[in-house]
């Protein structure tokens, strides 16, 4: 399953979590982090993330 989302903002989630739990995601962890953030926004009917 390709990302949910570009690389800017994955990047910008993974520097968020970094900052907030203390915890450096890999790659693996980046991309399942947005895959189930992806799916949950997709369960709760946001089917396109905003921009802007």
Do not use: I, Y
Not at 5 to 32: I, K, M, S, Y
Request: neutral net charge; contains cysteine.
């Amino acid at each position: 399953m390709p990302s949910a989302l570009d690389p800017g903002p994955e990047r910008e989630l993974c520097e968020f979590f970094e900052l907030r739990f203390g915890h450096v995601l890999n790659a693996r962890g980046a991309r399942e982090l947005t895959q189930a953030l992806h799916r949950l926004t997709k369960s709760c009917g946001f089917e396109r993330a905003a921009h802007g």
